[in-house]
């Protein structure tokens, strides 16, 4: 058993990696400032409300609790809203990302699993991408993530801090057993837009048809959050074992674009999605798939969903129960 803390564990991907870590028996603390994540999606009596910029809380925090690690899922997601308010995605993200580095080092916690992302590659030249494909992001999101990326390599060379980044393609779905779900506000998120639009009956907006994909629309590779949460487990114990640093894609090496989510989204629910066209969102790439041989072989993951259907069935489920907030 350790004892980990999980920044931004009020989220979506904090959230079913925090329960997935006390199901474990891990000692597990979350916080979160609750700017975009939930009270309700964190165990009674584990969650610590604070702001990366909280130097003294965060002082606190760490003091009466000796972290053996740490998960950061801490930062704003949006790549739209990225592309308008830049220097907030660059304030939150890398500073915030420092200010939490700097108390380790304190603290002394020398082991960090961080939550990168796909957008790291922008415009990939080969798919499915491997980890050393050229990073060069397309929105400030993507750059926020692998500037701190870069932080962790320079890290793990002065001061020995070790940790893995694990590059998010795109998350979604539901676990069943905790009864949480992906609820941001606002929502971005496609699969949870398909889901409301089914509900709503107001039309999802497809952001652009003119992509050089077979259908013209965006292709992601979608990952089950539950996997994605074993994903951190994985990483967590390769560092508490004394493993190096590493930075790992997780996706599922299959790609989908926006209609086919939509088919499969019609197929988990038995209903009909209703959707235009509408232009392309600034800074989206055309696809987006990842190669996950080195988690798989690396970190000896698997993941538990195979079909898209399964996974937006979750995420359905959840719809239908969820409070709306
Ligand atoms: N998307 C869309 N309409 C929406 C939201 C998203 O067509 O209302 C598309 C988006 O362009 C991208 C895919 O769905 O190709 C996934 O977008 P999301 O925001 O869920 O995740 P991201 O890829 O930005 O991490």
């Known amino acids: 058993m350790a004892s980990i803390l999980v920044t931004g564990g009020a989220g979506y991907i904090g959230a079913h990696t925090a329960r997935l870590l006390l199901e474990e028996r891990h000692d597990v603390q979350v916080f979160d400032d609750l700017s975009k994540g939930y009270a309700h999606n964190v165990p009674k009596g584990r969650l610590h409300i604070i702001n990366l910029h909280d130097t003294a809380s965060l002082e606190a925090l760490f003091a009466t609790h000796h972290f053996d690690a740490v998960i950061h899922f801490a930062a704003f997601i949006a790549v739209g809203e990225s592309m308008q308010e830049p220097e907030r995605y660059f304030r939150n993200n890398v500073g915030g990302s420092v200010a939490l580095l700097e108390m380790m080092r304190r603290h002394r916690v020398r082991r960090l699993v961080f939550s990168s992302t796909a957008a790291v590659y922008g415009d990939p030249e080969t798919t499915p991408i491997p980890e050393d494909a050229p990073l060069r992001p397309k929105n400030p999101y993507g750059e926020s993530k692998l500037m701190v990326e870069r932080i962790l390599e320079w890290l793990d060379r002065t001061s020995g801090l070790r940790s893995v980044s694990l590059r998010y393609f795109n998350a979604c ?24 639009a089914v509900r709503t009956g107001e039309p999802l907006t497809v952001f652009g048809g003119d992509y050089p994909t077979p259908d013209g629309t965006c292709i992601r590779d979608y990952i089950h959050v539950s996997d994605l949460a074993e994903a951190h487990v994985r990483a967590l114990e390769h560092l508490l074992d004394g493993g190096g640093s590493g930075v790992f894609n997780a996706g599922t090496g299959r790609g989908y674009s926006v209609l086919e989510v939509i088919r ?33 072989k690396t970190l000896n993951w698997k993941p538990q969903y195979e079909t898209l259907e399964a996974m937006v069935g979750t995420a359905w489920e959840f719809e239908q129960h969820r409070r709306r907030v």
């Not at 057993?177 to 971005?188: A, C, F, K, L, N």
């Open 173 to 196: 779905g539901a676990e069943p057993r905790y009864g949480i779900g992906e609820e941001h506000q606002p929502e971005t998120h496609l699969v949870p837009l398909i889901l409301r």
């Open 264 to 296: 499969a989204a019609e197929k988990a629910t038995g209903m009909p999605v209703p959707f235009r066209y509408g232009p392309r969102r600034e800074g989206d790439a055309a696809a987006l798939v990842a190669d996950s041989s080195k988690l798989k």
